[in-house]
């Protein structure tokens, strides 16, 4: 969950660590398709050590100006950036789940399932457009499914 770790059954392990989480974790089983939550063009695609290939979505969300980074994806099955700017429509399938970054590792170890991180940041609101003036929010405000502190899920009826 966002701002949790992987440590333990809390925020903080037994042995004290602790890790921040700046996204969410939707488990998502090797070559299931990665689907858009809203309508946008492509910001980036580039590759990050620990969260593999990625497709960062610039869109607008209630008036706020969003991205949304799907990470762990495949290399190859993945829409990438484009110029002109490359528009996808909510729903549309812009990857496939994969392996990338630490993600086979860790499911080699036992230690987590397969899934896409999902990072959500909102622009700051100043003249600048740059990945900077994007400050990280909870993804849960904006999935159409309520996912409690838990784990578990119900359904989010203050849906737009």
């Known amino acids: 969950l966002y701002g949790c770790t992987r440590y333990g059954d809390s925020c903080t392990s037994a042995d004290g660590r602790t890790k921040s989480h700046n996204g969410i974790d939707l488990k998502s089983s090797y070559g299931s398709p990665i689907y858009a939550m ?58 496939y789940q994969g392996d990338s970054g630490n993600l086979k ?9 397969s899934h896409v991180h999902i990072e959500v940041r909102v622009h700051n609101g100043s003249s600048q457009w740059g990945y900077n003036n994007f400050n990280l929010a909870d993804p849960r405000d904006y999935l159409s499914t309520t996912i409690n502190d838990d784990g578990t899920s119900e359904e989010n009826t203050d849906c737009n």
């Open 38 to 95: 809203y309508s946008g063009f492509i910001y980036s695609t580039k590759y990050h050590k620990k969260a593999g290939y990625n497709t960062r979505i610039q869109s607008t969300v209630n008036g706020e100006t969003i991205l949304i980074s799907y990470f762990h994806m495949q290399q190859d099955n993945r829409i990438l950036q484009g110029n002109p700017l490359v528009q996808v429509n909510a729903g549309d399938i812009i990857g």
């Open 105 to 113: 590792g860790a499911i080699a170890d036992g230690g987590v399932d």
